[in-house]
C-alpha cells in the first residue's frame, strides 16, 4: 500500500513537472502563412502577408530571406504564437516557397538611406529612458515606408517629398530631406500632394553607434516601445510588426 502510494506520488509530481512546457507548446499553432514578404529595418523584423511575423536578426527570418526575395509572394508553414490583437509571431519555420516573382522596383535615395537611419531617436542628453517620453519628445524616421518616407520631428509630422545627398553607406554619410510639414500623419496625401503643410528643409546625417546628427540636433537610436512610438510609424509596412510593449 505504501509502495502503490509512493509511486503515485511520484508520478503525479512528473506531472505537474512538464506542466510549463506542455502550457508553452500548447500557445504554438501549426498554420500557413502567405502573402508578400517584406523586411523593415532594425528592430522591425519582417512580414509575410499581414498578421505573420518573424523577429529580427533571428534564425527564422535568415531561413526566409534565403529562399523569399523582398516583394515576392510567399509561402512558410511554420510553427506561430498568436497574439491578442491576432497577429501570428513565427517561432519554427518548417517549410518556405516563393511562390511569385519580386516586382522590379527602382530603389529611391530615400529607400536607401531608410536601410541606415529608419528608427526611433532621442536627444542624446534626454537619452532613451527619459521619464514620460511620448512621441511628442521623440524623432521617428521611417524613409523605407510603403506609402511613402515620413519623418515625425517631436509633434510635427512631415512627408518626405524629395531626398538626395552622399551615397548611403553604414559609415556616416549625409543626406538633405525636402519635406512638407503639418500637425498629423492624416494630413500625409495632402502633404505630398501640396495642398496642405509649410516646406521644410533638414540635413540627416546617419553615424555608426546608433547615432544621427539632425541639423543641430545629436539623437541616439533608442528600443522601440509603445509609449514614444507613434502609431502610424508601427501600422505602416515595411514595420508591420507586434505592437511594442
Do not use: H
Amino acid at each position: 500500500m505504501i509502495r502503490s502510494l509512493l509511486v503515485a506520488s511520484l508520478l503525479t509530481a512528473s506531472s505537474l513537472a512538464l506542466l510549463p512546457s506542455d502550457a508553452a507548446a500548447a500557445k504554438l499553432k501549426k498554420t500557413l502563412c502567405s502573402g508578400e514578404f517584406g523586411t523593415g529595418s532594425g528592430l522591425a523584423g519582417s512580414y509575410i502577408g499581414k498578421d505573420c511575423f518573424i523577429a529580427a536578426d533571428s534564425d527564422m527570418q535568415e531561413q526566409v530571406a534565403g529562399i523569399c526575395k523582398e516583394g515576392s509572394r510567399c509561402e512558410v508553414e511554420a510553427m506561430v504564437e498568436v497574439a491578442p490583437d491576432g497577429s501570428r509571431q513565427i517561432r519554427t519555420v518548417l517549410s518556405v516557397r516563393q511562390a511569385g516573382r519580386a516586382p522590379a522596383t527602382r530603389t529611391s535615395y530615400a529607400q536607401k538611406a531608410g536601410n541606415y537611419a529608419d528608427g526611433i531617436y532621442a536627444l542624446q542628453d534626454d537619452g532613451c529612458d527619459k521619464q514620460g517620453a511620448t512621441p511628442g519628445n521623440r524623432v521617428s524616421v521611417q524613409l523605407l515606408r510603403a506609402a511613402g518616407p515620413a519623418i515625425q520631428l517631436y509633434g510635427k509630422y512631415c512627408a518626405v517629398i524629395e531626398a538626395d545627398g552622399e551615397e548611403p553607406s553604414s559609415a556616416k554619410f549625409q543626406a538633405t530631406l525636402q519635406l512638407r510639414c503639418g500637425s498629423s500623419p492624416a494630413q500625409d496625401q495632402a502633404l505630398r500632394s501640396g495642398r496642405s503643410g509649410t516646406a521644410e528643409t533638414i540635413v540627416m546625417t546617419p553615424a555608426p553607434e546608433r547615432q544621427l546628427w539632425l541639423d543641430e540636433d545629436t539623437l541616439i537610436r533608442c528600443p522601440i516601445k509603445r509609449a514614444y512610438t507613434p502609431q502610424w510609424w508601427i501600422e505602416a509596412p515595411p514595420f508591420n510588426g507586434r505592437y511594442p510593449q
